[in-house]
């Protein structure tokens, strides 16, 4: 065989060899019908984000769920629970007995309530759900029906930057594999970002959007503005779902019952149910003034604009985009800015904000509105840690809240 046919047969082998796309006909697809543990509120195999403002009682309207799977009991508007099994629960949030305490007063059974309490093999190793889901998945097979997971928070879940859509999705992938491998649903509970009200209920969760777009279902529980001298009712509702209708709910109270001498639990009561949408049945339990309304905003921008100038100069646009995803207004941004007494620097590519240089004129002072030149920045940009920029080139006098040329 001469080298030439040699080297055409290694050739034929090696593209026989290569990696290729694999591709599903989709005449070959069965379908399937989506599986509920309470039907279309809670689904089997998807995760389901339940958020709220604090004060409303999700961590106990999730072990509400928790306490109808363990159990069989009814769900809210009377239908049983077929599905009975197993319920993981890791809380960042609330100890052990206390959470025992409201899955007791709620009826739980407890011998299939499982907490996760740490590593095993490891002494003093805490369970991070940001870098420990493949080994509790691994775990949870064990169990003769895991039917549900809470994470409380779920931002936990995620390593990174719960502000940016790429990191959320990277690190809650772990998450969704687990829920779709074990047929088990995931609740992840979550907070509403502040200064958030009026919006869409399923944009108002904290951090990115990608939270909510991830979830198949989103549910949201907010606490309803009483006539003076009444209770305040509480309401939770369907302000998403891509796999069924994405409105209704039902209101609830919350009460607390003895369990054991001297220990009280917390627990739902669920009441009737309720038509229309989240945004409508929200609108009543904006309760906030529009002043404390905008004054929590601004703290969450302040917070979310330093945590994406901490490691350096970033470019404006970069920064206005991660703000509509972790949904923040452009002007906010801008009075976070100006909160911060962040600098702007024209550099060739467009404008770069950088957090003030310690010991700079009017570093230290929120209120100072004397203009500043970027001089000091040069050197802080240049040995940014992990900035993309390098060398910023000359630094102009800097431009000022109001001028566009900063977004363009």
């Known amino acids: 065989m001469s080298a030439v046919v040699q080297d055409l047969a290694r050739a034929a082998a090696v593209a026989a060899a290569a990696p290729t796309v694999r591709l599903v006909r989709g005449d070959t697809v069965t379908l399937e019908p989506v599986r509920w543990l309470w039907p279309g509120f809670l689904p089997a195999a998807m995760l389901t984000i339940l958020g709220g403002a604090p004060g409303c009682g999700k961590t106990t309207i999730a072990l509400s769920l928790a306490a109808t799977v363990t159990s069989g009991g009814a769900w809210p508007g009377g239908m049983g629970c077929s599905t009975i099994g197993d319920v993981l629960i890791w809380s960042g949030e609330d100890a052990h007995p206390v959470l025992a305490a409201r899955l007791e007063a709620m009826g739980a059974d407890m011998r299939r ?94 951090g990115s959007i990608a939270f909510a777009a991830l979830a198949r279902l989103v549910l949201v529980a907010a606490k309803v503005q009483a006539d003076e001298g009444a209770e305040p009712r509480r309401v939770l509702v369907r302000a998403k779902s891509n796999i069924g209708p994405d409105d209704g709910g039902f209101a609830y109270s919350l009460d607390r019952v003895e369990v054991a001498p001297e220990i009280e639990g917390q627990r739902v009561v669920w009441l009737e149910a309720l038509q229309g949408s989240a ?64 600098e702007s620097i024209k550099e060739k590519s467009g404008w770069v904000w950088a957090l003030p240089v310690k010991g700079a004129k009017g570093a230290n002072s929120a209120n100072d509105s004397t203009r500043q030149t970027a001089g000091p920045l040069e050197e802080s940009a240049k040995s940014a840690s992990g900035s993309p920029l390098g060398n910023l080139g000359p630094l102009v006098p800097l431009g000022t809240l109001a001028d566009e040329s900063e977004v363009i």
Do not use: W
Request: net charge negative; charged share 30%.
């Open 113 to 206: 309530v499982h907490f996760i309490d740490g590593i095993s093999g490891s002494e003093g190793e805490a369970f991070d759900p940001g870098r420990d889901m493949p080994l509790l998945e691994a775990t949870a097979e064990r169990l003769a029906a895991p039917r549900l997971l809470i994470l409380d928070p779920i931002v936990s879940a995620v390593a990174g930057d719960s502000h940016k859509g790429a990191e959320v999705r990277r690190s809650l992938q772990p998450v969704v594999a687990l829920a779709q491998r074990l047929g088990c649903a995931v609740v992840g509970v979550t907070h509403f970002s502040k200064g958030t009200a009026g919006r869409d209920p399923a944009e108002r969760i904290t």
């Open 279 to 342: 945004r409508e049945v929200l609108a009543e339990a904006e309760g906030n003034p529009e002043g404390d309304d905008e004054a929590s905003a601004l703290d969450e921008a302040v917070q979310f604009l330093r945590s994406e100038l901490r490691d350096g100069p970033k470019p404006a646009k970069a920064i206005f985009r991660e703000a509509r995803d972790a949904g923040h207004s452009e002007r906010t941004i801008k009075r976070a800015k100006a909160e911060l007494q962040a």
